[in-house]
């Protein structure tokens, strides 16, 4: 491999964190955490193990994040190795945040009930601040399930 040529990135799947996203707001909500921490241009080791310590300091909801001073969710993101990134990635989720409470009332699944198919969940989702195609793309693997359940 040359030095050019970049390593394809893994692909990863709510279940190899042990998340079940249809199980509820929480488990979708965590999903969509982790996704939006592997959809920026960091090591995907690093979004995981960062991921971790949001959950285990059950940092892992819209309003924990929103409710966390600004300088300790830096620090949280400093010892997850965000260190170039995380003042920049805290302010992206703080914003974020406060998008999908004020909009959704903090809920993934109103946000995929107010969607008529799966396109227009994914505008929905990249209207988020720091959502882009890659973050909807992972996060959307996961939810199809929700639209094949209205079809049945």
């Known amino acids: 491999m040359s030095a050019r040529t970049k390593k394809p990135r893994p692909?990863?799947?709510a279940s190899d964190f042990n998340i079940d996203v249809l199980s509820g707001d929480d488990d979708l909500f965590r999903w969509f955490l982790l996704s939006y921490l592997f959809g920026k241009p960091i090591q995907s080791s690093v979004?995981?193990?960062t991921w971790r310590l949001f959950v285990e300091r059950k940092i892992d909801t819209p309003w924990a994040i929103l409710d966390m001073?600004?300088?300790s969710l830096v620090h949280l993101l400093d010892e997850g190795k965000y260190t170039r990134y995380d003042e920049v990635m805290a302010r992206a989720l703080r914003t974020c945040m406060e998008q999908?409470?004020?909009?959704?009332e903090?809920?993934?699944?109103l946000m995929i009930e107010s969607?008529?198919?799966e396109e227009e969940f994914s505008k929905r989702l990249q209207k988020l601040y720091g959502v882009g195609?890659?973050?909807a793309e992972i996060f959307m693997r996961e939810t199809e399930e929700?639209?094949?359940r209205r079809v049945e």
């Open 11 to 13: 692909i990863h799947h």
């Open 106 to 109: 903090g809920s993934l699944i």
């Open 47 to 49: 979004a995981a193990n």
């Open 115 to 117: 969607s008529e198919n």
């Open 146 to 148: 929700f639209f094949a």
């Open 69 to 71: 001073p600004g300088r």
């Open 100 to 104: 999908l409470i004020r909009d959704y």
């Open 133 to 135: 195609p890659k973050t």
